[in-house]
């Protein structure tokens, strides 16, 4: 925007929407109604480590793991960010999963000393996120840990280094009754808020999964392609004999797979797909890119599709509409 004439006109920038801000500087995202669950007690990293995916058992303080849990059939009940805090282990996870995870651990205690609490009304949650979000937070004088998942301790919380929309930024736990001043801070140095829908569209742009929308009951580990949730080696756990099965024998058929449609129609969760007009898959979230001017989203792909490139199309649509892989 241009203000001012003659020679003392002066160019004045124009402040960035939060979606924006969320691409390509920094944004925060209120994260609170994630659940909150504290395993604690003598037991409770070997209690973990049997019952998730990944290697919780030597996970070093202060460090941070992702995981899944699963059922016999190895299908997905839940995830969760596990992080090894001096009172415990924090897991932090999907509102909609917070309950029945609780009661999940909590099935599996025996003859173990450990206990599950529920810490959701305890802690405010936010996401402080895009490529400038670590610079953001040291100007704020709010630690940024160096390596992914890693934690360091923040006033009455603590700070892990991990983004749900992108692949920067920061999640800040903090007492309920401090968080009204800390998000403050951010609208003094003025660090927008993005709502849930600007982190929906950025997290598709980004390729990045979420369960409850993309991960559910419904999938096998590997057919999600988040193996950074697994550890393939640490042995037995619920739900590792489908797991191991699946990696010796090599047998799945379908991935999931970040897709771009040539539109600007959003189309439904379950939205099938066709390739040379056979099946080729099901959309499981969309959203409009602004930036990118057409629709993104996240589809579980046939493996054969993925791997020849074959023209991939929304099925029932007329005029049909291209559909690529990301």
């Not at 797991?243 to 970040?258: A, K, M, N, W, Y």
Request: with cysteine.
């Amino acid at each position: 925007m241009i203000a001012a004439s003659g020679c003392n006109a002066k160019i004045e920038s124009v402040p960035l929407s939060a979606y924006d801000a969320l691409r390509t500087t920094a944004a925060w995202i209120d994260l609170s109604a994630r659940g909150k669950i504290l395993v604690g007690g003598e037991d409770a990293g070997r209690l973990l480590h049997a019952i998730s995916t990944n290697h919780v058992n030597g996970l070093l303080l202060h460090h941070g793991l992702y995981a899944f849990f699963l059922n016999d059939k190895g299908r997905i009940l839940a995830d969760a960010f596990i992080y090894h805090r001096e009172n415990g282990f924090f897991l932090d996870t999907e509102p909609k999963s917070a309950v029945f995870l609780r009661e999940h651990i909590d099935r599996y205690i025996i003859a173990d000393d450990a206990y599950v609490t529920d810490e959701g009304d305890e802690w405010g949650v936010i996401g402080l996120e895009g490529p400038q979000s670590e610079k953001q937070a040291a100007k704020l004088n709010i630690p940024v840990p160096t390596t992914t998942l890693a934690t360091l301790p923040w006033e009455d919380g603590f700070v892990a280094k991990v983004a749900s929309a992108g692949t920067h930024g920061v999640r800040i736990f903090v007492r309920v009754e401090k968080q009204q001043s800390l998000l403050q801070r951010f609208k003094l140095v003025g660090i927008p808020q993005a709502s849930a829908e600007d982190a929906h569209i950025v997290r598709l742009e980004n390729g990045i999964p979420r369960y409850g929308e993309d991960i559910s009951e419904r999938y096998l580990v590997q057919e999600t392609q988040a193996l950074h949730a697994v550890h393939f080696t640490k042995g037995c756990y619920l739900g590792q004999e489908i797991v191991e099965r699946i990696r010796s024998r090599g047998q799945v058929h379908r991935f999931l797979t970040p897709i771009r449609l040539q539109t600007a129609n959003i189309p439904e969760p379950g939205t099938k797909l066709v390739a040379n007009g056979a099946p080729a898959g099901e959309i499981t979230s969309a959203a409009y890119s602004p930036a990118l001017g057409q629709v993104v989203a996240l589809a579980y792909l046939r493996a054969e599709v993925i791997h020849s490139k074959a023209e991939i199309a929304l099925a029932d649509s007329v005029p049909a509409v291209a559909v690529s892989l990301s």
